[in-house]
């Protein structure tokens, strides 16, 4: 671990710099296909944020404008131009929803914040249970998650720099209501794919709510078990199915349900410790790592899997051993924490 942390710190502006264009970053994305996304630069702000530093060259005023400039006014989302489907509300847009985090994040790496409210999730308790009703929960937990993940940023940004707290009691309220007491986790599992789509659903989900804002999950020991479940039924995952999302879904879980619990800590730890012993062989100098196994390496892949081996290694204590530490999306801090 501290090779791959020392290989990761000297390496990564060589990483930043395959993938640098004239006006930002383009790499590939999870699908191994490269195209342009507002990600790619703010993966590269995220990354070079791990190490204590700005990307070589970036002008931060500049970057914030070009960030800032993202946010559309009337619903304070993200939408981008080029993946943007005309016709359908900005809230049913998958990139307009992530860069709520990627964007923000990015944002407040370089000291800055979203330009306006995110005005979408500011709605009336009844307009929000229904737009939590309707999500798939039985058949795409995983997305449905996604978009809670979403709704409890926009939460964070407008508490944290605007001062409003909009409808987080009833967010919070219906996720208690609605968290399955057996399987701990929101959602249904499906017949191809088994626990992966709540479990998943269940990171992000969790990610932008109750580790956001420091809150107690609801059904610790069983949202436990049905990780572990998963992660068995898959046989710790493997072929492209060992990636980042996966990896991340697992240890990210075992890492916040652990504030809450020792059960089946030596579990976890043998998980948290398969991950680093498999990291170093992963990682390809100069390039970083592949999103999946059997990939190419990406932005995406390198600053997504030193941080799920930053959460191995905090879960394990030794996260002082490991030179990056995540300060955006993959962050431990709870920085919504009394607001």
Same mark, same amino acid.
């Given at each position: 671990?501290?090779?791959?942390?020392? @290989?990761?710190?000297?390496?990564? =502006?060589?990483?930043?710099?395959?993938?640098?264009?004239?006006?930002?970053?383009?790499?590939?994305?999870?699908?191994?296909?490269?195209?342009?996304?507002?990600?790619?630069? $703010? *993966?590269?702000?995220?990354?070079?944020?791990?190490?204590?530093?700005?990307?070589?060259?970036?002008?931060? /005023?500049?970057?914030?404008?070009?960030?800032?400039?993202?946010?559309?006014?009337?619903?304070?989302?993200?939408?981008?131009?080029?993946?943007?489907?005309?016709?359908?509300?900005?809230?049913?847009?998958?990139?307009?929803?992530?860069?709520?985090?990627?964007?923000?994040?990015?944002?407040?790496?370089?000291?800055?914040?979203?330009?306006?409210?995110?005005? &979408?999730?500011?709605?009336?308790?009844?307009?929000?249970? %229904?737009?939590?009703?309707?999500?798939?929960? /039985?058949?795409?937990?995983?997305?449905?998650?996604?978009?809670? *993940?979403?709704?409890?940023?926009?939460?964070?940004?407008?508490?944290?720099?605007?001062?409003?707290?909009?409808?987080?009691?009833?967010?919070?309220?219906?996720?208690?209501?609605?968290?399955?007491?057996?399987?701990?986790?929101?959602?249904?599992?499906?017949?191809?794919?088994?626990? +992966?789509?709540?479990?998943?659903?269940?990171?992000?989900?969790?990610?932008?709510?109750? &580790?956001?804002?420091?809150?107690?999950?609801?059904?610790?020991?069983?949202?436990?078990?049905?990780?572990?479940?998963?992660?068995?039924?898959? @046989?710790?995952?493997?072929?492209? %199915?060992?990636?980042? $999302?996966?990896?991340?879904?697992?240890?990210?879980?075992?890492? +916040?349900?652990?504030?809450?619990? *020792?059960?089946?800590?030596?579990?976890?730890?043998?998980?948290?410790?398969? +991950?680093?012993?498999? &990291?170093?062989?992963?990682?390809?100098?100069?390039?970083?790592?592949?999103? &999946?196994?059997?990939?190419?390496?990406?932005?995406?892949?390198?600053?997504?899997?030193?941080?799920?081996?930053?959460?191995?290694?905090?879960?394990?204590?030794?996260?002082?051993?490991?030179?990056?530490? =995540? @300060?955006?999306?993959?962050?431990?801090?709870?920085?919504?924490?009394?607001?």
């Amino acid at each position: 671990m501290l090779r791959l942390g020392q @290989k990761a710190k000297e390496q990564w =502006p060589d990483i930043l710099a395959r993938w640098k264009t004239s006006e930002a970053y383009e790499s590939l994305e999870a699908d191994g296909v490269r195209r342009p996304a507002i990600r790619h630069l $703010c *993966d590269a702000i995220e990354i070079a944020a791990g190490f204590g530093h700005l990307p070589p060259g970036l002008d931060p /005023s500049q970057t914030v404008g070009l960030l800032q400039g993202l946010q559309d006014r009337e619903t304070g989302l993200f939408p981008e131009e080029h993946s943007r489907v005309h016709g359908r509300a900005l809230r049913e847009d998958p990139k307009a929803l992530y860069n709520v985090l990627s964007v923000g994040y990015a944002l407040e790496l370089l000291g800055s914040e979203p330009r306006y409210p995110i005005q &979408a999730v500011q709605l009336g308790a009844e307009e929000l249970e %229904q737009w939590l009703n309707g999500l798939p929960w /039985s058949s795409r937990a995983w997305h449905a998650g996604s978009v809670v *993940d979403a709704i409890g940023t926009a939460m964070y940004f407008n508490a944290r720099y605007l001062g409003i707290r909009g409808p987080r009691q009833t967010l919070f309220e219906w996720l208690s209501h609605n968290a399955n007491t057996v399987s701990g986790l929101w959602g249904e599992p499906t017949a191809l794919e088994g626990w +992966l789509q709540p479990v998943n659903g269940f990171y992000r989900l969790t990610r932008g709510t109750y &580790a956001q804002f420091g809150i107690p999950l609801p059904h610790p020991h069983a949202s436990l078990e049905t990780v572990h479940l998963n992660y068995r039924n898959h @046989k710790g995952f493997v072929g492209t %199915q060992y990636n980042a $999302c996966n990896l991340l879904d697992t240890i990210h879980p075992l890492l +916040l349900i652990a504030r809450q619990t *020792d059960y089946r800590r030596a579990d976890g730890e043998a998980i948290a410790r398969n +991950l680093i012993s498999r &990291a170093l062989d992963r990682w390809r100098d100069g390039e970083g790592f592949a999103f &999946a196994d059997g990939g190419e390496p990406s932005l995406q892949g390198t600053e997504m899997w030193i941080s799920v081996i930053h959460l191995a290694a905090d879960f394990l204590d030794l996260s002082d051993r490991f030179a990056f530490v =995540p @300060k955006g999306v993959h962050r431990t801090a709870t920085p919504g924490l009394g607001l």
